[in-house]
């Protein structure tokens, strides 16, 4: 066993120093061996320590689009939010007329006053002027609705549309009654009407006006939840 062990060895020195010595007389061989040496070293290299830095350089490159990507996004909504400031600026006078039109608040003396205007402004007298209940702040806590109101409450939603409905007489001329009509039309603060007719005055308040005008309407307002 030890002998064949020696005899390899001696084999395998042999090719060695016949390797060497090659290698010191033909240039080309030490070349290819250098070269083959280097591009050794490059690929260990590369695997080991050049890898993690490509890595590194394509999460940053990756980092890089999401920034501009948000960026991006960023300048978008900054440019829509400078478009919408003007448009809110050239339209500033008709977003005030619509909150004086359907306030967030009932604001029952502003109806009262300018029906009264109304009336005043045509020469025609008002002679009953009623308002159905109006909660003017809070909410009604009426002992037999305080659950059904705590129920509808629950279920509006914030800012939602609710009517004043109203009913009036006023006492005149039809061409006044007439032009009465059309200034409640024409109001700032809308009022749907839902019933109105024009009948003789009863006895005893002929001396008001030839012609009574019964009007049963109603006005908005979006109140919002608390």
Sequence with gaps: METRFNKNYQLYRKYLEQIIVMYQKRNDLRLFLETFLTIGA???????????????????????????????????????????????????????????????????????????????????????????????????ITNEQNDQQENAT??????????????????????RLLSFLTHLERMRRPIKFLEFDFRKPPTGVEATGPILLNIKGATVYTQENE
């Excluded at 003007?86 to 039109?101: D, R, T, V």
């Excluded at 629950?154 to 061409?175: D, R």
């Design 154 to 175: 629950n279920s509006e939603k914030p800012g939602a549309a609710k009517e004043i409905v109203f009913e009036l007489s006023v006492a005149g001329e039809y061409n």
């Design 42 to 140: 490059v690929v260990f290299f590369g695997l080991f320590a050049v890898k993690p830095t490509l890595v590194t350089v394509a999460e940053l490159y990756r980092g890089k689009q999401a920034k501009e990507e948000t960026l991006n996004t960023l300048n978008t909504k900054i440019e829509n939010l400078i478009q919408a400031e003007k448009l809110y600026n050239q339209y500033e006078n008709e977003i005030a007329l619509l909150h004086q039109a359907i306030p967030s608040e009932p604001q029952v003396e502003e109806v009262v006053r300018q029906i009264e205007g109304a009336a005043n402004k045509n020469e025609v007298l008002l002679l009953a002027f009623d308002l159905d209940q109006v909660v003017i702040k809070g909410q009604a």
